[in-house]
């Protein structure tokens, strides 16, 4: 199975690119990447996916290299809303494979 | 709100004991997937159903179970209780069986085991 890292926490300040990264050494050809956010209690909350190079949609970007070893998720200029914990989940389609990620506690500033 | 609905939002009970967690999924949506949170483990996945049948099983122990009934929605159930099943458990639903869709969470059951 995939074993996901990722930073335990990251402050940032609002207007600022916010760039996090998970490590998921071990990836099997067919597993995707994918992303949540979670605020306190509630549960996790579908940000974005991709399986290779760039992904874009209305609130972010996710950047997987060629060897897919990591990905990092790109927040455009965070708000104090974007304050929560964010999920990387490494997961194939059918198969045992479904991971997630310990979880980053980004914290944005004033 | 995401569209899943699960019942109790909270649960006290004590050891040993058996609890009954129901997830009602998005309305169209086929596959249901129970999670378990805990401040050690993290988010672990238990188990998927699509269209009532099992499709995948994660770190689900034996004295834990699952089913999705006709009207799709689900139950998970945990019997002879310990400390350590304290958690959030949470259901997420998606319209196909493949994993690689957004899932939509519900905002758990919290459980309290004392």
């Known amino acids: 199975l995939a074993k996901t890292t990722q930073p335990i926490s990251m402050d940032s300040y609002e207007g600022q690119e916010v760039n996090i990264t998970c490590s998921h050494n071990?990836?099997?050809?067919?597993?995707?990447i994918t992303w949540y956010q979670q605020f306190p209690s509630q549960g996790p909350r579908f940000i974005i996916q991709g399986y290779k190079t760039k992904v874009t949609n209305e609130v972010a970007s996710l950047f997987i290299p060629a060897d897919r070893k990591s990905s990092t998720l790109s927040l455009p200029r965070v708000s104090l809303s974007d304050t929560a914990v964010y999920y990387c989940?490494?997961?194939?389609?059918?198969?045992?494979?479904?991971?997630f990620g310990p979880g980053t506690r980004l914290s944005v500033l004033p | 709100d995401s569209g899943v609905t699960q019942t109790p939002k909270h649960l006290i009970t004590a050891t040993g004991q058996r609890v009954t967690l129901r997830c009602s999924p998005r309305s169209g949506d086929l596959s249901v997937y129970w999670y378990q949170q805990s401040l050690d483990q993290g988010l672990q996945f238990l188990i998927h159903y699509y269209n009532g049948e099992e499709r995948a099983k994660g770190n689900i122990l034996e004295r834990f179970s699952a089913q999705q009934f006709p009207d799709l929605h689900s139950e998970l159930n945990l019997s002879s209780l310990e400390l350590g099943d304290s958690a959030l458990y949470f259901c997420?639903?998606?319209?196909?069986?493949?994993?690689?869709?957004?899932?939509?969470f519900g905002q758990g059951t919290r459980l309290t085991v004392v």
């Open positions: 989940l490494v997961a194939d389609n059918y198969g045992q494979n479904f991971v």
């Open positions: 071990n990836i099997a050809t067919n597993d995707y």
């Open positions: 997420a639903s998606s319209p196909t069986g493949t994993r690689n869709t957004e899932a939509f």
